[in-house]
């Protein structure tokens, strides 16, 4: 198959990997990072065995078009990408948060209001809310960035007490997140999507706030089609929607939601398939282009080639 499971590149001037649960990260000299996306899949934080075609290109095309489109809003990491699966950008300290922000109740906000609870992340939830009804007014509902095992929700007071963020720049990461949330609602009501939520990673760079990782891929946000949304809330029929959030449905009506002594159900060929489609559907969608999946080989002579070039134009 024509996939990317795990890399072990040696790039000249590296100085580093990380294998993170779909991303294989690599430290060049004292600035730079090569962010391979693999074709790894992950829910509930646990990777699953299978992979899927396509996945890792799909992921990073969408992260570089959005990356691109929102420098006037935050300057961000990335400088070029050599191959569908790469892209090479500027090193920053991470803050270990994630900054998750929901337009909607659905996904783990409807699972924990479901359950009874009024709060999440300290933010107080209204009563009598659905199912996908969209909140008043997006919510911001951070969550600890975790090297191994389950991120964990925590409060905008909790982050800051704990002194995590300092509250200056939480703040200021508070306002990025709503602003590039903003834009990409509009980006998607434009192609007849609706963003619903999505999450956010900066980190900092010379004294600098940047914005690290993805922007608005499948992997990190969930997206409904507009069209049909209104008569699916009033008729209370599920929405058609755009994310990895029906792969976490298949593992709960298969028994797993990544808790202790749960096993992975099998994936078959065609299900992998149905998954990849997907994939390239929002990839399509987003775009507006058809999508051409490009050969792995090659994968390490482009990144290495694009290094040299950056590092003569430094």
């Not at 602003?179 to 900092?204: C, H, M, N, P, S």
């Amino acid at each position: 198959m024509n996939t990317i499971f795990q890399t072990n590149f040696q790039f000249p001037s590296q100085t580093g990997i990380y294998h993170g649960k779909v991303r294989d990260v690599y430290s060049i000299e004292k600035d730079l990072l090569v962010m391979i996306a693999t074709d790894r899949i992950s829910a509930f934080d646990v990777v699953l065995p299978r992979q899927i075609p396509f996945k890792g290109q799909v992921l990073n095309s969408i992260a570089t078009t959005f990356l691109e489109q929102t420098r006037h809003i935050v300057p961000n990491w990335f400088i070029r990408s050599p191959h569908p699966n790469v892209s090479i950008g500027h090193k920053a300290v991470p803050y270990k948060v994630e900054m998750v922000i929901r337009g909607y109740l659905t996904g783990h906000a409807w699972r924990e209001y479901n359950s009874g609870k009024r709060m999440l992340c300290g933010v107080v939830l209204p009563e009598g809310m659905k199912e996908n009804d969209p909140f008043p007014e997006p919510i911001i509902t951070p969550a600890t960035k975790a090297d191994e095992g389950h991120d964990m929700d925590i409060s905008r007071d909790e982050i800051i007490r704990q002194g995590i963020v300092p509250e200056a720049e939480y703040l200021q990461l508070e306002e990025y997140t709503r602003k590039l949330y903003a834009f990409g609602v509009e980006y998607a009501r434009q192609r007849g999507l609706i963003l619903v939520d999505t999450k956010y990673e900066f980190g900092k760079r010379n004294g600098e706030i940047i914005l690290i990782d993805e922007v608005h891929t499948p992997d990190s946000s969930r997206y409904f089609y507009l069209e049909g949304y209104e008569e699916n809330q009033k008729k209370g029929l599920p929405q058609k929607q755009l994310s990895k959030e029906f792969v976490r449905q298949w593992l709960i009506e298969n028994g797993f939601q990544g808790k202790e002594g749960q096993k992975i159900p099998e994936m078959t060929d065609e299900y992998v398939e149905t998954v990849s489609q997907r994939y390239i559907h929002l990839y399509e969608i987003i775009t507006g282009k058809s999508f051409v999946g490009e050969p792995i080989d090659g994968v390490f002579e482009k990144t290495v080639a694009a290094l040299r070039e950056i590092s003569v134009h430094a």
